[in-house]
């Protein structure tokens, strides 16, 4: 087993060991994240991968859909994640309109994400109408993931999250998509809940590192939201079984430090005054 400390001296994942990885068949692992003290403990795990998701909107700030997520606080929240897991890939998510809009804004927002917020790649999520903007960013030096598939920030369109890819004619248009954005230059690509068929005929027909979420075990590396894995959220899709009841457990502890407050048994830790000081505060 590898220990804490073999595992803080690792070599640091970057692209290119991704893309070894990828070549050699051997997967790598991601999920997101979105403060330094998670990722601190992540990255010691072995995770290869961190995204700092626009999901963020969802499980960090409250909201019902990952369009309502900030810029400036999503880019602060990558910087965190960098800083606590040095030594590991973080991807940053452009949030909604951040690159929609117009060429040179989605420039200069995917550029504060590396600058800001210490980025490694930058993901939008693109169909191949998107390739001029990519290969823009790309001539401007942004490494880019290009986001297929299910499209959460499609949501409005959709009427909720949906599936990709079901129907052939919907599995060539997926397909086409990835093919397009990696000639336009994305480094990596990440596919979303289509079938298996998909999948395969994606890596078949792309030669740059596809990460997976709810698109079936072929993909070089998988994602999920963290807390979707722990348990912690009340409803998660139906590829991310978890693997622990975290938050029930977060709820016990807590009802366990309101009960310690209630019984003035907070803690065994007491200052004490220097000697002699007591007695002047009482004088």
């Not at 990828?22 to 072995?46: K, M, N």
């Not at 030594?87 to 804004?105: C, E």
Request: charged letters at 20%.
């Amino acid at each position: 087993m590898t220990t804490t400390l073999e595992q803080n001296e690792r070599n640091p994942i970057t692209l290119r060991t991704l893309a070894r990885m990828a070549r050699a068949e051997a997967p790598f692992a991601c999920l997101t994240c979105y403060d330094a003290t998670t990722a601190r403990w992540l990255e010691r795990a072995g995770l290869h991968v961190l995204l700092v998701g626009d999901t963020a909107a969802e499980v960090i700030l409250g909201y019902d859909s990952t369009i309502h997520m900030p810029l400036d606080v999503a880019i602060a929240l990558t910087a965190g994640v960098k800083r606590g897991a040095p030594n590991t890939v973080v991807m940053a998510d452009m949030p909604f309109l951040s690159y929609q809009a117009d060429d040179a804004s989605a420039i200069r927002n995917a550029g504060r994400f590396l600058t800001e917020g210490l980025a490694d790649v930058v993901k939008i999520e693109a169909d191949r109408s998107f390739a001029p903007l990519v290969r823009k960013m790309v001539r401007a030096g942004i490494p880019l993931c290009g986001h297929v598939g299910s499209r959460p920030q499609h949501v409005g369109l959709t009427g909720g999250y949906t599936s990709a890819g079901r129907t052939a004619d919907q599995a060539r248009s997926v397909i086409e998509d990835a093919m397009v954005l990696e000639e336009a230059g994305c480094v990596m690509l990440l596919v979303e809940a289509v079938p298996e068929e998909v999948t395969a005929q994606i890596m078949e027909n792309t030669n740059v590192p596809l990460i997976g979420i709810g698109a079936g075990p072929a993909c070089h590396g998988q994602i999920l939201v963290l807390q979707d894995l722990l348990g912690m959220t009340d409803w998660q899709p139906g590829f991310a079984t978890p693997v622990a009841s975290l938050g029930t457990t977060i709820q016990a502890l807590a009802e366990q430090w309101v009960s310690r407050v209630a019984d003035r048994n907070v803690t065994d830790h007491r200052y004490q005054m220097r000697d002699g000081e007591a007695d002047k505060l009482e004088a």
